[in-house]
């Protein structure tokens, strides 16, 4: 089946950096999606982008479907956006999703 | 319009007890989906029901069991409860995944202690 990585495993940042998050993906997809989990546990949806680039205030991410990795960039990070971000990927039916591993992101006032 | 609900939020149990964990998927979805977290560890895929239907089953083993009703909500039942099954249990939901492709959607989680 489909695997998924992501990278960096841990990211430490000021308040107010810049950072990327990147997914990379082993077969075609149908379904890409990054997701924010919050120390509750409650897992947030981010963007559903199987391709293409997508936008959400600070947030934006890009899915380069034919070379098989999507990015996630934050910028002008705030405490508020610590937690872990997740990608998870999916293509085909009667197959769940996939997840990656995560990126523990930690910003720092 | 309401997102995906889970019951109970906390469940602890002795080793060897039952638990029964409830999923109501957004109106309008038809699959629901339910994941395991342990501690620190990311989401593995443990069943996914669609129009009443088993579709896919995770690498688990047969004491984890679900079904889903008509109206779409999920019960996942965990027999012979170990000490190791304690964990945050997600439930999402999603339009249809026969097809693929489809956007899912996730409830707070459930939490299990086993003791």
């Known amino acids: 089946g489909i695997q998924v990585e992501q990278s960096p495993p841990d990211l430490i940042l000021q308040e107010g950096a810049n950072s990327t998050l990147r997914c990379n993906f082993s077969?075609?997809?149908?379904?890409l999606q990054w997701f924010h989990q919050n120390p509750w546990g409650q897992l947030i949806n981010l963007f559903y982008i199987p391709s293409g680039t997508k936008q959400n205030g600070r947030l934006s991410a890009t899915t380069v479907a034919t070379e098989r990795y999507s990015l996630l960039y934050i910028s002008s990070s705030q405490t508020t956006d610590s937690g872990v971000y997740f990608c998870a990927a999916g293509n085909s039916g009667n197959t769940p999703l996939v997840f990656g591993k995560g990126t523990r992101l930690s910003v720092i006032a | 319009e309401a997102g995906v609900t889970q019951s109970p939020t906390h469940l602890i149990k002795t080793r060897g007890q039952q638990a029964t964990l409830r999923c109501s998927p957004i109106s309008g979805h038809t699959s629901v989906y339910w994941y395991q977290q342990a501690l620190g560890l990311g989401l593995q895929f443990l069943l996914w029901?669609?129009?009443?239907?088993?579709?896919n089953r995770g690498n688990f083993p047969p004491r984890f069991s679900g079904r889903q009703f008509p109206n779409y909500s999920s019960e996942l039942n965990v027999n012979a409860l170990e000490l190791e099954d304690s964990a945050l249990y997600l439930c999402a939901s999603s339009r249809t995944g026969l097809v693929g492709g489809d956007e899912q959607f996730f409830g707070p989680g459930t939490r299990l202690t086993v003791l």
């Open positions: 077969d075609s997809v149908n379904n």
């Open positions: 029901y669609d129009e009443g239907e088993e579709r």
